[in-house]
């Protein structure tokens, strides 16, 4: 069974276009993250949510809107979509309580590409 | 801020030999460091977790090591594979809190081992 999953695996749209990426995790975990990795394999936080509460929002573009049905699912939605947003995105989950607190796990990412 | 900074960015080794990868970070108030391996198009792998209070921990040929005074951190990997072939990453978590659960990623270290 797959930890961290994401879908769709690849993604290849139209500038303009609004896109989603899914996300689940069944580690039981509290708290769910976004991540994107640039052309140069950086790795740079977008959100997180502890519980369905929103506690993680940096600087990116509102066109990028974050929504958690429960603390198993976390989804990305992109709107007007740019091609600097070209990207890889990872979804990741940690539990913030207990053993190994805090320890990351990531889904397989979600490679988008605009044309 | 923080900021993470990981050398050498590339490594190349013959099968067997035992090697270390640095990590450094700024700001020494970290919550706790992580190491991960991203195999080319995966995800993260999380390999070892260590808290502040910790020192080291161990898995395997690996030993992470953790001195948050000096801003620290090295990862050994003994009796090197080909197999162990992968981008390797350090991550650090900057405390408990709100935006502080998330984690600042160095560049990586890109570990070639030749057979």
């Known amino acids: 069974d797959t930890a961290v999953s994401q879908t769709p695996k690849y993604l290849v749209t139209q500038m303009g276009n609004d896109k989603s990426i899914k996300c689940e995790q069944n580690?039981?975990?509290?708290?769910m993250y976004w991540y994107k990795q640039d052309s140069k394999k950086f790795l740079k936080i977008m959100f997180s949510y502890n519980n369905k509460e929103l506690i993680i929002n940096e600087t990116v573009p509102n066109r990028f809107s974050p929504k958690s049905p429960d603390k198993a699912h976390l989804n990305l939605h992109i709107n007007s979509l740019e091609l600097g947003d070209s990207a890889v995105y990872f979804c990741a989950s940690s539990q913030l309580a207990g053993v190994n607190t805090g320890e990351l796990f990531f889904g397989e990412g979600s490679r988008l590409t605009v044309l | 801020k923080q900021e993470v900074t990981q050398i050498p960015a590339a490594l190349s080794v013959p099968e067997g030999e035992n090697l270390v990868l640095n990590c450094s970070f700024t700001?020494?108030?970290?919550?706790?460091l992580q190491w991960f391996r991203q195999d080319p198009g995966k995800g993260l792998t999380s390999l070892l977790l260590i808290q502040s209070s910790q020192r080291e921990q161990t898995s395997g040929r690996l030993n992470a090591s953790l001195d948050k005074s000096s801003g620290r951190s090295t990862l050994y990997i003994a009796a090197s594979q080909p197999g162990d072939s992968a981008t390797y990453l350090c991550a650090v978590r900057r405390g408990s809190g709100g935006s502080n659960y998330k984690l600042t990623f160095g560049k990586g270290t890109l570990l070639t081992v030749n057979p």
């Open positions: 700001d020494s108030a970290i919550y706790n």
């Open positions: 580690l039981g975990h509290d708290t």
